[in-house]
């Protein structure tokens, strides 16, 4: 907890953009957990207020057909399209990891098969998988985690197997190669904490992938199902208004949009924090 905290102070001192993303990510994360306990409506009670009626003050994000407030709704969905994404893309940075030290360290048949199993996941895109997920384990949170977890998955072995090539090589690897260490103690001990900047770099990279993914899924009807709500299920129920009542569309559009931006502009000043002398003049 203390080593989490010292990262968001020192993203928070990096620039403005950093702070900006830093920010934003923050408040959503704390509406998708805490947003339930407050007072900002039930999203689920019917005729709450006039059906497709207009941002208001009692209700900002207007209302849906139903009659129900919209802005718990987009609570509700900030909290599903984080929570699905978040896990799924820790499934895959678990097994990526693995996989990917594995194929870098022991090379040959290992590294052969872990990479061509990687660009065969790769090669398929994320919303056929999720066709073929949906059409075998059926529409819901469990097929949209899995397609995520397989689309992200290629992007972690490749960082991850190609920093281990790199760390393999150094003579404390070498040393303790020669001192008799056992290859999992070697894994552990020396090559992972030399790995973990980069699978926490792509961490946030993959969840905003993962985001993309989860609402794409969502808006085909493959992701959450109602009575839940994700942004992606959102959009998909404003598109059938939009010219009515656009506020719909407009208003779990630009939260998953700030969604995005704000993990990549975190992952952005990660990274920096992580290559210091990146893009800076040699003197």
Request: charged share 10%.
């Amino acid at each position: 907890m203390k080593a989490a905290f010292h990262w968001m102070v020192r993203i928070w001192r990096t620039d403005f953009l950093s702070a900006f993303g830093l920010t934003v990510l923050g408040l959503l994360i704390f509406l998708g957990i805490f947003g339930q306990w407050l007072p900002l409506g039930d999203p689920t009670r019917i005729a709450a207020g006039p059906r497709l009626g207009p941002p208001s003050l009692d209700f900002p994000f207007g209302t849906d057909e139903l009659g129900r407030s919209f802005l718990p709704r987009v609570v509700q969905g900030i909290r599903a399209t984080f929570l699905l994404s978040a896990i799924a893309v820790l499934i895959s940075a678990v097994i990526g990891t693995a996989l990917g030290m594995a194929a870098g360290y022991f090379g040959r048949f290992t590294d052969i098969a872990v990479a061509r199993g990687a660009d065969i996941l790769f090669a398929f895109p994320a919303l056929l998988v999720g066709l073929l997920v949906a059409a075998v384990l059926g529409p819901g949170q469990f097929s949209a985690i899995s397609v995520i977890s397989i689309a992200t998955l290629p992007l972690l072995i490749r960082v991850v197997r190609s920093v281990t090539l790199s760390v393999a090589g150094r003579g404390f690897v070498i040393a303790a190669r020669v001192a008799g260490a056992s290859w999992p103690r070697i894994l552990v001990v020396h090559i992972l904490p030399n790995v973990m900047g980069a699978v926490m770099v792509q961490l946030t990279y993959a969840l905003s992938i993962g985001m993309i993914i989860e609402s794409a899924l969502s808006f085909l009807g493959l992701g959450v199902q109602p009575p839940e709500a994700s942004l992606g299920s959102l959009l998909r129920q404003g598109s059938a208004y939009l010219t009515i009542a656009p506020w719909m569309v407009l208003s779990s559009g630009a939260v998953l949009s700030l969604a995005i931006m704000s993990v990549n502009l975190v992952g952005d000043a990660v990274r920096d924090m992580l290559e210091p002398l990146k893009g800076r003049a040699l003197t």
